[in-house]
């Protein structure tokens, strides 16, 4: 089992440049999730997709934030263009309905990034 | 709006000396509360899920309680393996749906 995949691991980029991030999901699992980690506001949400189709964006800063899910086992997302502000931790995440209740949501390593 | 607050924000801890985290939690609707771990540079990594107030779950040297208002990580005999930053997350809506994040606790064990 690989567990969620994401790259890069660390990005450092200029201000104004674009970035894209990539997550691999665990393969059967239908649900997605984008977090976002700094140190001031923990971890939170910025968009998740059910079933390859995005269902609450309300967590997306700005519009220069966009998410893809084109298939079950590829999304990005992109940050055009890039500010300082948006240096965090950048992770991916993907779970499945097992039995009744349970939702674990697995969490990829993560991408830092860090806009000069 | 719903809050996870996690306390202390970090704690120092020699092997051996148990204690116990708190997780508070003002929620409109309770659909789960999830304990993750995380270590420096990973990605959290699941521990518990906790539904119903009374309901304890337990791995090795961690037992997860819950209550109506929060629940509790109480950790037995640590070790400097347990050293990490754990997080305590709930789910609000039903279904398939995101979970709230606490800022977590710093959690540091001396050998």
């Known amino acids: 089992d690989a567990g969620v995949i994401q790259s890069p691991r660390h990005e450092v980029t200029e201000m104004g440049q674009e970035v894209t991030l990539r997550c691999k999901p665990i393969?059967?699992?239908?649900?997605l999730f984008w977090y976002r980690q700094t140190m001031m506001r923990g971890l939170e949400l910025l968009i998740y997709f059910n079933n390859n189709v995005p269902i609450d964006d309300s967590g997306m800063p700005e519009d220069r934030f966009s998410a893809k899910m084109p298939n079950a086992s590829f999304s990005t997302l992109k940050i055009q263009p890039s500010e300082p502000r948006d240096s965090a931790v950048y992770f991916c995440?993907?779970?499945?309905?097992?039995?009744?209740?349970?939702?674990?949501?697995?969490f990829g390593p993560g991408t830092r990034l860090t806009v000069t | 709006e719903d809050q996870v607050t996690q306390s202390p924000e970090a704690l120092r801890l020699q092997e051996g000396e148990s204690s116990s985290l708190n997780c508070s939690y003002t929620v409109s609707g309770l659909r789960g509360l999830f304990w993750y771990r995380q270590d420096p540079g990973k990605g959290p990594e699941f521990l518990f899920t906790l539904y119903s107030a009374g309901e304890e779950k337990e791995k090795e040297r961690l037992k997860a309680t819950l209550t109506k208002k929060e629940s509790f990580l109480h950790i037995t005999a640590p070790k400097p393996e347990d050293s990490a930053t754990y997080l305590c997350a709930v789910r609000v809506n039903s279904g398939n749906t995101p979970l709230v994040f606490g800022k977590g606790t710093r959690l540091s064990v001396i050998a």
């Open positions: 393969s059967g699992h239908n649900s």
């Open positions: 995440a993907s779970s499945i309905r097992q039995g009744a209740r349970s939702y674990e949501q697995y």
